[in-house]
T-cell receptor, first 112, second 114 residues
């Protein structure tokens, strides 16, 4: 069964600290993996998208990694800011199935 | 602001009723996607249209249907509503129809079924 699991479910960190969010998937055949940031009550915003051949992608202070062999991805946030407080959602696409499988997200709170 | 608009912002209705949610994609985008987000299920992909035709289907119930019109706006119709249909419904759009295209999400429609 195609699944996307994210950990931790929630995380509290102090402003300025780094953190890493995890995403494990069992989606096959794999097409691509995306990370979204979603502020409460708003639509998700795309942070990165990686295909099978890419293993790192950065977007400012956000760096995503992908290990297609172990079917794991991580999102690293550097020098966190209060505005990073949001849910971070991992989404995996299954090739030729046209389906998108969402993780339940990690809720990040950045405290001053 | 993503450039994707959705109406209405909020909708309150009763069980058994039918509602229509509307989405206008970003200018130039040909693909429209519909998603449902409930508290216990997270985000779920419902359906994708590309240039007026259905391109991909996710976990969309038979009570739900969608279409994309020649001007590229889209509507999601929900009928025989149940309490469990209460959720945030998001529309997203992208330039093309490929799975690798970046999707831009609208602000969502919050549906409450009483």
């Amino acid at each position: 069964k195609n699944q996307v699991e994210q950990s931790p479910q929630s995380l509290i960190i102090l402003e300025g600290k780094n953190c890493t969010l995890q995403c494990n998937y069992t989606v096959s055949p794999f097409s691509n993996l995306r990370w979204y940031k979603q502020d409460t009550g708003r639509g998700p915003v795309s942070l990165t998208i990686m295909t099978f051949s890419e293993n790192t992608k950065s977007n400012g202070r956000y760096t995503a990694t992908l290990d297609a062999d172990t079917k794991q991805s991580s999102l690293h946030i550097t020098a966190s800011q209060l505005s990073d407080s949001a849910s971070y959602i991992c989404v995996v696409s299954a090739r030729s199935q046209g389906n998108l499988i969402f993780g339940k997200g990690t809720k990040l709170s950045v405290k001053p | 602001d993503s450039g994707v608009t959705q109406t209405p912002k909020h909708l309150i209705t009763a069980t058994g009723q039918r509602v229509t949610l509307r989405c206008s994609p970003r200018s130039g985008d040909l693909s429209v996607y519909w998603y449902q987000q409930s508290l216990d299920q997270g985000l779920q992909f419902l359906i994708q249209y590309y240039n007026g035709e259905e391109r991909a289907k996710g976990n969309i119930l038979e009570r739900f249907s969608a279409q994309q019109f020649p001007d590229l706006h889209s509507e999601l119709n929900l009928s025989s509503l149940e309490l469990g249909d209460s959720a945030l419904y998001f529309c997203a759009s992208s330039v093309g129809g490929r799975l690798t295209d970046t999707q831009y999400f609208g602000p969502g429609t919050r549906l409450t079924v009483l």
